[in-house]
């Protein structure tokens, strides 16, 4: 079994910042690309960044240069520095992650989502 559970969602002014954090834990023998997506109601969930293993990292535009995302493979963690937020961030923010945790291939898992809301 494995589980990944995000934290550090909230509410926060325009301007502000949030780290998010979400950590995987069960049966992980190695992961491959983590990564965060976001879903705001009535729109589809759009990919926000992606990290690899080996630290290589790709964002959405509309993110560029105010989001970070970072990974503690150690712990098997992936974090997002928001920074800068804007009303159009919020949304709620899933992470996702590529585990092989036995048998023939990696499986994507994903959190349970956490909520962003940012205030004008």
């Known amino acids: 079994q494995v589980q990944l559970v995000e934290s550090g969602g909230g509410l926060v002014q325009a301007g502000g910042s949030l780290r998010l954090s979400c950590a995987a834990s069960g049966s992980i023998r190695s992961i491959n690309a983590m990564g965060w997506y976001r879903q705001a109601p009535g729109k589809q969930r759009e990919l926000v960044a992606t990290i690899t293993r080996g630290g290589s990292t790709n964002y959405a535009d509309s993110v560029k240069g105010r989001f970070t995302i970072s990974r503690d493979n150690a712990n098997n963690t992936v974090y997002l520095q928001m920074n800068s937020l804007k009303p159009e961030d919020t949304a709620v923010y899933y992470c996702?992650?590529?585990?092989?945790?036995?048998?023939?291939?990696?499986?994507?898992?994903w959190g349970q989502g956490t909520q962003v809301t940012v205030s004008s």
């Open positions: 996702n992650a590529n585990i092989y945790s036995g048998g023939v291939y990696y499986h994507d898992y």
